[in-house]
Each structure stands twice: as structure tokens, then as C-alpha cells.
T-cell receptor
Framework: NAGVTQTPKFRVLKTGQSMTLLCAQD?????MYWYRQDPGMGLRLIHY???????AKGEVPDGYNVSRLKKQNFLLGLESAAPSQTSVYFC??????????????FGDGTRLSIL | KQEVTQIPAALSVPEGENLVLNCSFTDSAIYNLQWFRQDPGKGLTSLLL?????REQTSGRLNASLDKSSGRSTLYIAASQPGDSATYLC??????????FGTGTRLTVIP
């Protein structure tokens, strides 16, 4: 059982380039999330999705777009990469629940450097 | 906005010692509090989830407590082992999709 798989694991981009990070989960989870982790700061939510075809903004959505065309996949796009987007990106997924008490399952992260 | 603080930022202990990690938060209106473990270069692994109505949760050598009134949680690790070395993150869930993380405590257990 793979859990949450992120592709690629590492990437170096030049300022202004675009790219898409892929997250895939095989646990039939409704909810999926994209976070970024920066030194000295906690993980911050970029965007999330509560189901296929739905997306919503998190705490730090600017400069990113997302899509959830299939339940198992959640894509994070950078249209024009900036050095401030150098970070480690984590995808997570969870079951849905009315009280929000479902743990999130995380992928191993994508380390992205913008030069 | 919920602020989550973890002190200390780093901790080293000899193997076999019992230890406590601390987490504090500013807003007591929470869904739950979660403790995660993060190994270098890896993602987060969920350790314990304490619902708002609960006071503590236990899993093996781990025990987490929650005191909403004081905005504090502790993670107690009994009989520490070198394999426990990792960064431990505390996170507060304030809504169905709002999870606020602390910056973590980096634990080193010395053989």
C-alpha cells in the first residue's frame, strides 16, 4: 500500500519557469492538501480539496494553482516560479468527517529550489 | 489566527530517559490536537490525535495530554530509544480543513 506519493522528489527551476507537482493517494480519501515547509516556520496550508472537482484556498495560496480532476490525484502548479517559492512541499490526504477528527497522511515531500 | 509554539527547539537525552515535549496554542476553540513525527528528508507520520473533548491519548510508550483551558499539550515519551530521534511537530485543527503547525522540537536520543 503506497499511501501518499509525491512526484518529483527534487526539482531545480529558474525564475519564471512553470511546473506541476503531482500528488497521488491510494486510500480513497476525500480530502487532499498541499503544504509548504520553510525553515523556522511551521507547515502552512497552500490549497486544499474536499472532493473531486473542488478546490479551496488555504493560508498562503498566492502564486499557486491546483486541480483535482480525479479523486486520487491533486496537482499543484507554479505558473511563474519565484525564489520565494523555494521550499519543501508536502501533500496530505484524509478521510472526511463532520467533526474534522481524521488524521492526515503525508507524502515524503518535494524539495523545490528556484534560482 | 491560531499560533502554535513548541519549546524547546532541540533536545538531547541519553537513551532510557523519560522526556516531555511541550506545545502551547493561543485559541482554545479547537477540533483536535495532533502530534506528528518527522524524520530527516521524510514526510510527517501521525502519532496521536486528541479530540477537543478528550484529555489524553496513549500509544505504546507515547502519551499525549491536552489542557484546552491553559492552551497546552505535552507529549511524554517513556524509556527513550535512539530510534525515537526525529523532529516532533504539534498541530492544532481549528476547522475541518485548518491545521496549524508548530515549528517542532528536534529530539536526539544518545545511545
Amino acid at each position: 500500500n503506497a499511501g501518499v506519493t509525491q512526484t518529483p522528489k527534487f526539482r531545480v527551476l529558474k525564475t519564471g519557469q512553470s511546473m506541476t507537482l503531482l500528488c497521488a493517494q491510494d486510500m480513497n480519501h476525500e480530502y487532499m492538501y498541499w503544504y509548504r515547509q520553510d525553515p523556522g516556520m511551521g507547515l502552512r496550508l497552500i490549497h486544499y480539496s474536499v472532493g473531486e472537482g473542488t478546490t479551496a484556498k488555504g493560508e498562503v495560496p498566492d502564486g499557486y494553482n491546483v486541480s483535482r480532476l480525479k479523486k486520487q490525484n491533486f496537482l499543484l502548479g507554479l505558473e511563474s516560479a519565484a525564489p520565494s517559492q523555494t521550499s519543501v512541499y508536502f501533500c496530505a490526504s484524509s478521510y472526511s468527517s463532520g467533526d474534522g477528527n481524521q488524521p492526515q497522511h503525508f507524502g515524503d515531500g518535494t524539495r523545490l529550489s528556484i534560482l | 489566527k491560531q499560533e502554535v509554539t513548541q519549546i524547546p527547539a532541540a533536545l538531547s537525552v541519553p537513551e532510557g530517559e523519560n522526556l516531555v515535549l511541550n506545545c502551547s496554542f493561543t485559541d482554545s476553540a479547537i477540533y483536535n490536537l495532533q502530534w506528528f513525527r518527522q524524520d530527516p528528508g521524510k514526510g510527517l507520520t501521525s502519532l496521536l490525535l486528541i479530540q477537543s473533548s478528550q484529555r489524553e491519548q496513549t500509544s505504546g510508550r507515547l502519551n499525549a495530554s491536552l489542557d484546552k483551558s491553559s492552551g497546552r499539550s505535552t507529549l511524554y515519551i517513556a524509556a527513550s530509544q535512539p530510534g525515537d530521534s526525529a523532529t516532533y511537530l504539534c498541530a492544532i485543527q481549528t476547522g475541518a480543513n485548518n491545521l496549524f503547525f508548530g515549528t517542532g522540537t528536534r529530539l536526539t536520543v544518545i545511545p
